[in-house]
């Protein structure tokens, strides 16, 4: 996505006209615009450096995904999803929304020094918590929903929890604050390192899920580090104003968290349920995670536009957020539509060619689409309500997702298998895209459609933008064809 797809009104510069689209204006009116065009540019500038670091990182994990699909197979890939998984899913529960509370903060321009105090506060606290509960629950999570891991590397995976809470927390901080360059590169240069540690330990040393292993908490440890020394460092350049009390990232976490819970488990509730209800547990499960993985490149563009939009909407007037929620919601669903048509084909012949043993999980990638297209379009259109200040309003709705989900899951897997868990995902996904809809129209006063349906103003912006981005690449081939003669 370039940095001007997200409509006439985020462009880089006033000159910028798309098509003529854009009515001229007085000197007067351009003296009032031009302030507010530099800071949405400035936000759309953001938003394409995220998609720009996700668009290589994706390149990256393809390349880790494809050499551990090969070399550990669709049963140990399975099993490798299932310890891995474990310490997001612990750190998410055990978080209670802090990131997001977090995030929302540095948006509004708390006192780093505050925030730092609560992340060393509450993931201490946090993590002593839960090691005495995991104590005494592990032995019957082990048999059930947590069956495809290996028992011997469940400890291992069980201390990366802190680790992953300090990186989720501080990653929220650094997107706060808008240091959306020094986070993007911290992630592509360990995403090479892991990709590098692969290599090392599954290719030529041939240790495995161990090795895999090795490589995965290698790169937690690493991420941590750095994450924590840009935290630092930003505190020193950007201390912020007023301090964020412990009490109020408290409450807006504890608003947040039923409606974060609920939704990582509307996307993971169907992995667990395959391991306790499935008798090729591992096989299905490593099937199941190539067409998620797959459908959930999709997301790619929703999440880079909604981790930068929740603070941005934050720190703006109710006025300038209804203006921006329209045109990003819908130039949102147009671009992730094409994507998903796009995905397919590429889907069909990557697999076909170069993972061949993983065709099994082709119709589930099929039937899952359509759900990931619904979640883009909830993920931007709830970061505007969160961004809003109003985190609360989803949390019941989310329950009722989570809730169909679940049963979905529980009757449809028996019956249809890894397809039967991506039928039961677009329910719950059309579900609550349509839930965060609602709610959006609700805060901005403007009617549901006009938040996600694409007219022929989102086509102009992405067929100017596209033939503008094809005009800029055919420039630096033909300046480098000269340099080089």
Request: aromatic share 10%; charged share 10%; hydrophobic share 55%.
């Amino acid at each position: 996505m370039s940095s001007t797809e997200l409509g006439p009104e985020l462009i880089d510069e006033p000159s910028d006209v798309i098509d003529g689209a854009l009515l001229s204006e007085s000197v007067e009116e351009a003296a009032v615009a031009a302030p507010k065009r530099a800071v949405t540019g400035m936000f759309a500038k953001r938003v394409a450096s995220v998609m720009a670091t996700r668009v290589t990182l994706f390149v990256i994990s393809f390349l880790s995904s494809i050499l551990l699909s090969r070399a550990l197979g669709p049963d140990n890939k399975g099993a490798y999803v299932a310890v891995v998984s474990l310490p997001g899913m612990l750190a998410t529960l055990g978080l209670f929304g802090l990131p997001g509370a977090i995030n929302y903060y540095a948006g509004k321009g708390a006192s780093m020094g505050s925030l730092i105090r609560a992340i060393a506060i509450f993931v201490s606290v946090i993590t002593a918590a839960m090691f005495v509960i995991m104590w005494f629950c592990l032995p019957t999570l082990e048999s059930s929903v947590w069956r495809a891991a290996p028992a011997n590397l469940v400890p291992i995976a069980l201390l990366n929890v802190p680790i992953w809470m300090v990186v989720s927390c501080g990653g929220a901080i650094l997107y706060g604050r808008h240091a959306v360059k020094v986070y993007s590169l911290i992630q592509i240069w360990l995403a090479a390192v892991l990709l590098a540690l692969l290599i090392i330990f599954v290719l030529f040393l041939r240790f495995g899920i161990n090795g895999a292993m090795v490589g995965a908490i290698s790169y937690n440890i690493l991420m941590m580090v750095l994450v924590w020394i840009a935290v630092r460092r930003l505190g020193r350049t950007s201390p912020g104003q007023e301090p964020a009390s412990l009490r109020d990232i408290a409450s807006y976490g504890a608003r947040i968290a039923p409606s974060l819970f609920a939704g990582y488990f509307n996307y993971r509730a169907d992995t667990y349920l395959i391991q306790a209800e499935m008798s090729n547990y591992r096989y299905a499960l490593g099937q199941y995670s190539m067409a998620v993985a797959m459908d959930e490149l999709i997301f790619d563009i929703p999440e880079s536009i909604a981790i930068i939009f929740l603070p941005r909407v934050a720190g703006a007037t109710a006025e300038e957020a209804n203006q921006w929620v329209g045109r990003v919601g819908r130039l949102t669903t147009l671009v992730t539509v094409l994507f998903a048509l796009c995905l397919i084909p590429m889907a069909f012949v990557g697999i076909h060619l170069i993972l061949p043993r993983f065709a099994d999980s082709l119709p589930a990638f099929l039937v899952l689409l359509p759900g990931a297209v619904s979640m883009s379009v909830a993920k931007v259109l709830g970061s505007y309500v969160g961004g809003r200040g109003r985190p609360g309003l989803m949390a019941f709705g989310m329950v009722v997702v989570l809730a169909s989900n679940v049963a979905l899951n529980i009757y449809l897997i028996p019956i249809y298998g890894i397809v039967g868990a991506s039928l039961a995902s677009v329910f719950s996904y059309s579900l609550q895209a349509a839930i965060a809809i609602m709610l959006a129209s609700h805060v901005s006063g403007q009617s549901p459609f006009s938040l996600f349906v694409p007219g022929k103003d989102e086509v102009k912006v992405l067929m100017g933008h596209g033939r503008r981005l094809i005009s800029r690449l055919s420039e630096m081939a033909m300046s480098r064809l000269g340099r080089a003669r």
